[in-house]
């Protein structure tokens, strides 16, 4: 008996590190482009909705399919009241920030990224602070070298060649010239469309990332590729990262695995893919997207391995200290 019961507080002490398990996906419809922050207790998810901005939270990653939501912004300005894609939430100098791209209702051709400033809380409200691209630019994320903010943007420096362009942020709510980073060459990027979009940074040890997604969101060859910074040189220079892949493709029924996030568990010792996928063969680029998580492991040269995407409904366990 009390071998048994040291038996189950060892057991007990042994999960108490582990995070609470889960299933994919975490959103089943309109779970496009999501976004992910652990934050004071609480995961906060933010995806394409197309008409609105909106935040759900929870405690655990399980949780997230039943979390609290609300609409953060559903704005009536005719120039960006629609078209709503692609929303982020990051903290800058203590103050919270969304970034999302949202254009006009009559055609995809006033996309532009814009940003939202709120307060030291998540949870609270937001204002529209300002539109950061001039010209057509879609899915804004924020990459940091050197204490340096940097914002990362899908554009069209030369026409049908969707690219990644790069401007240094002079403030929140502002960016200096832009720069192409990365085009769209290598054969796995050009399928059926040249696309590079969906930018998403990524810290370990020393080393910077910038994961991506590339070719087009109809097939099923949607996926991940990777820029990775040599660690010295102009963070705007292509010339200052390596491109490899794919590096996160369609596996084990998910089709179109991309337009990611990455968010550190709630010990701080683990990193997860967050990611959009669809049970559509040909791929998708619609509501019919779900959310799902992957953690990301390391290998010996302190690079990530991705993985393959987990079947939909297969138990995983959550981020370490849920």
Request: hydrophobic letters at 30%.
């Amino acid at each position: 008996m009390r071998q048994a019961i040291h038996l189950f507080f060892l057991v007990v002490l042994v999960s108490f590190g582990l995070g609470a398990s889960f299933s994919n996906p975490l959103k089943p419809k309109d779970g496009s482009d999501p976004f992910v922050v652990y934050t004071d207790g609480y995961y906060y998810l933010m995806t394409t909705t197309w008409k609105d901005l909106q935040l759900t939270r929870a405690k655990t990653l399980e949780g997230l399919k039943t979390g609290e939501t609300r609409v953060v912004l559903a704005d009536p300005n005719p120039s960006r009241c629609c078209n709503v894609w692609a929303p982020e939430i990051h903290k800058i100098d203590d103050t919270w920030w969304i970034y999302y791209t949202a254009g006009n209702n009559n055609n995809l051709d006033g996309q532009r990224s814009h940003v939202l400033k709120g307060g030291s809380n998540p949870w609270g409200n937001f204002t529209f602070a300002g539109t950061l691209t001039r010209d057509w630019g879609i899915d804004g994320t924020i990459l940091t070298i050197a204490n340096q903010n940097y914002f990362v943007w899908s554009c069209f420096p030369r026409p049908n060649l969707q690219s990644l362009c790069i401007a240094q942020m002079t403030s929140p709510t502002s960016i200096g010239p832009s720069k192409v980073l990365s085009e769209p060459t290598l054969p796995w990027e050009r399928i059926r469309n040249p696309v590079n979009e969906g930018a998403a940074a990524l810290y370990h040890g020393n080393k910077t990332f910038l994961a991506y997604s590339a070719s087009y969101c109809w097939t099923d060859s949607y996926q991940l590729g990777l820029l990775t910074y040599k660690g010295s040189g102009d963070p705007t220079q292509g010339s200052s990262w390596t491109k490899t892949g794919p590096v996160f493709s369609s596996a084990n029924g998910n089709y179109g695995t991309g337009h990611n996030g990455f968010f550190a568990s709630p010990d701080g010792t683990e990193t997860w893919n967050i990611y959009h996928a669809t049970s559509t063969r040909t791929g998708a680029c619609d509501g019919n997207r779900y959310t799902a998580a992957k953690r990301v492991e390391w290998k010996a040269d302190g690079t990530p391995d991705f993985g393959r995407a987990d079947a939909v409904g297969t138990i995983i366990t959550g981020p370490s200290g849920e």
